[in-house]
Nanobody, 122 residues
Framework: QVHLVESGGDSVQAGGSLTLSCAPSTSAVSINVMGWYRQAPGKQLELVAK???????YYAEFAKGRFTISMDNAKNTVYLQMNSLKPEDTAVYRC????????????????WGQGTQVTVFS
């Protein structure tokens, strides 16, 4: 069973920075897309950013100019560098891997991480 292991969540003052990381518990031979989503209390889950194996990136409007997503293909690790954090960025951030295959010739599967808490205080 593959798990996505996230780290980097913390409490930080507004204007500060955090870097989140996410990697599968098992080495993968291919991952199509990895992304970060977030869910604030009382709100729906929303996409923050995602990166494909091309690599191509996509950012939600609120993330443009402040957040940077990157991927270390050798480590199958995706990072989310978050700068100029605001209190409204407070949420549980969850990682998602799309089309993750652990062996050549096997069909890729989507996986979600448990989430890591980011709290931004003013």
């Amino acid at each position: 069973q593959v798990h996505l292991v996230e780290s980097g969540g913390d409490s930080v003052q507004a204007g500060g920075s955090l870097t989140l990381s996410c990697a599968p518990s098992t080495s993968a031979v291919s991952i199509n897309v990895m992304g970060w989503y977030r869910q604030a209390p009382g709100k729906q889950l929303e996409l923050v950013a995602k990166i494909s194996s091309a690599p191509l990136t996509y950012y939600a409007e609120f993330a443009k100019g402040r957040f940077t997503i990157s991927m270390d293909n050798a480590k199958n690790t995706v990072y989310l560098q978050m700068n100029s954090l605001k209190p409204e960025d407070t949420a549980v951030y969850r990682c998602k891997a799309e089309g993750l295959s652990v062996a050549i010739g096997t069909r890729g599967t989507d996986y979600w991480g448990q989430g890591t808490q980011v709290t931004v205080f003013s």
